[in-house]
């Protein structure tokens, strides 16, 4: 089955903590781009990835870091998280048609920072 | 700035009635415009992609429309179904966004089929 997963779905930690949210798609997708979701705001891009060792930042990527070593894994870094950073977060692939081609969302991550 | 401006923001119809989304774009020039469909809790669902010249796309029960001279889209939904509740989002990816995928969200409708 095609998809886009993410580990893990829930997580709470305190404020400082390193944290790493896994995301991994087996379409053989060139494209993966980070996501946060807020309550009134529309999806907003953190980073985004081209191809292997191909990244750059989307339009909030303070505080973020990301790596694409392999094309089926894309990474989301939280070196020190803060409180403002509690968010429901999703990854995302798609092929390199990218114009018209169908983004894949993955189930979310919703992270609470204490 | 470019702005997706969807309208209503939540709206509550019985099932079986029909509904009308609206999305209000300030992107110009833009490559395409898609809907979306997210499930609480879960991650957004392509429902159709327009390009720029396309105005009319299908899927079952959804029509999405687009109209470039005034910068609107409309998502229709026929003979809603409890299933159909969720928020629906509007996204437009612009013309000219570096060589990749920029998409620009909108916030979203809420919407809630009753019984």
């Known amino acids: 089955e095609a998809q886009v997963t993410q580990n893990p779905r829930y997580l709470i930690t305190v404020t400082g903590k390193k944290l790493t949210v896994t995301c991994s798609q087996n379409?053989?997708?060139?494209?993966m781009s980070w996501y946060r979701q807020d309550p009134g705001l529309g999806l907003r891009q953190i980073y985004y990835?081209?191809?292997?060792?191909?990244?750059d930042k989307g339009d909030v990527p303070e505080g973020y870091k990301v790596s694409r070593k392999e094309k089926r894994n894309f990474p989301l870094i939280l070196e020190s998280p803060s409180p403002n950073q509690t968010s429901l977060y999703f990854c995302?692939?798609?092929?390199?048609?990218?114009?018209?081609?169908?983004?894949?969302f993955g189930p979310g991550t919703r992270l609470t920072v204490l | 700035k470019n702005q997706v401006e969807q309208s209503p923001q939540s709206l509550i119809i019985l099932e079986g009635k029909n509904c009308t989304l609206q999305?209000?774009?300030?992107?110009?020039?833009?490559?395409?415009l898609r809907w979306y469909k997210q499930d609480t809790g879960r991650g957004p669902v392509s429902l159709t992609i327009?390009?720029?010249?396309?105005n009319t796309k299908s899927n079952g029960r959804y029509t999405a429309t687009l109209d470039a001279d005034t910068k609107q889209s409309s998502l229709h939904i026929t003979a809603s179904q409890l299933s159909d509740s969720a928020s629906y989002i509007c996204?437009?990816?612009?013309?000219?966004?570096?060589?990749?995928?920029?998409?620009?969200f909108g916030a979203g409708t809420r919407l809630a089929v009753h019984p």
């Open positions: 995302a692939s798609s092929g390199d048609r990218w114009s018209t081609d169908t983004q894949y």
């Open positions: 379409m053989n997708h060139e494209y």
């Open positions: 990835s081209m191809n292997v060792e191909v990244t």
């Open positions: 999305c209000n774009y300030t992107v110009s020039p833009f490559s395409n």
């Open positions: 327009m390009t720029f010249s396309e």
């Open positions: 996204v437009v990816s612009p013309m000219f966004s570096g060589g990749y995928n920029k998409l620009i």
